[in-house]
């Protein structure tokens, strides 16, 4: 695997920027692929797909969110010599009624899971839970640093996994034997409830905030009066309907399958995120 380039879509992302940096770090060659980047890749413009697959041996797979082509993709990395294949997927894509009463966030993904195991490649899936990042880098961010994280999700307990973790999956799977056929279900060591995450990161980081329960309806008004569209708003409460139902709190041992040791503990993410400048007040 080191002699051609590992290919990852969404190399600017959360996980993809990651999963640049570890193989950077193993030694093994890397094409960071984006809209704008170096290595030019658009969903939407295949005439990018040719040269970003030219050559290279696996290819990390973040799908693009509103128009999914993740079949498309994989068969042009087939005709283009491509080995291996690793999808960023989701947990619960395959429990009705995960993401709610709407399957469409469940079915995207089961479509582009669907086209890896089909496509004739070694593939690996990987299924992770709600990112730690969220907090310092993600969605939850401007509300920690308001004092105050509005959001309906019930009593707020999930698994919250480190992109670290989910980062070092994808590079043994696209670099190492073992993994092919294997779906990951990636989650933190233990449950954290929203509560405990705040007071973590105001222990660490300086910056206090308190978690207030809302409605859905309350959450996509709220995101709809800051201009937030109606269904993008409805999507991110669709997100937080599983750590409302309490489905995040479920412990999965995907990165102990994987790696051979137990996943990120929370508060040592909050320890190294606060570290290197997070939440400063």
Known sequence: MNENPVLVIGGTGKTGRRVVRQLTERGIPVR????????RFDWLDETTWGPALEGVSGVYIVQNDTAPRTRELTEHAARAGVRRLVLLSARGVDTPGYYGEDPSTSDAFLAGEAAVRESGLAWTILRPGW?????DEGFFNEGVLAGELRLPAGDGVATWIDVEDIA???VAALTEDGHDGQIYELSGPRPVALDEALS????????KAVYSALTVEEFVAELVAQGVSAPDASLWAAALNPVASGGEAKVSDGVRRALGRDARDFADFVKGAAAAGAWRA
Not at 32 to 39: I, L, N, V
Not at 131 to 135: D, G, L, P, S, V
Not at 200 to 207: D, F, K, T, W
């Open 32 to 39: 960071s692929a984006s809209r704008k980047g170096e290595t």
């Open 131 to 135: 990112f730690a990042q969220n907090f």
């Open 168 to 170: 070092a999956v994808a």
């Open 200 to 207: 973590l990161i105001a222990a660490a980081g300086g910056r």
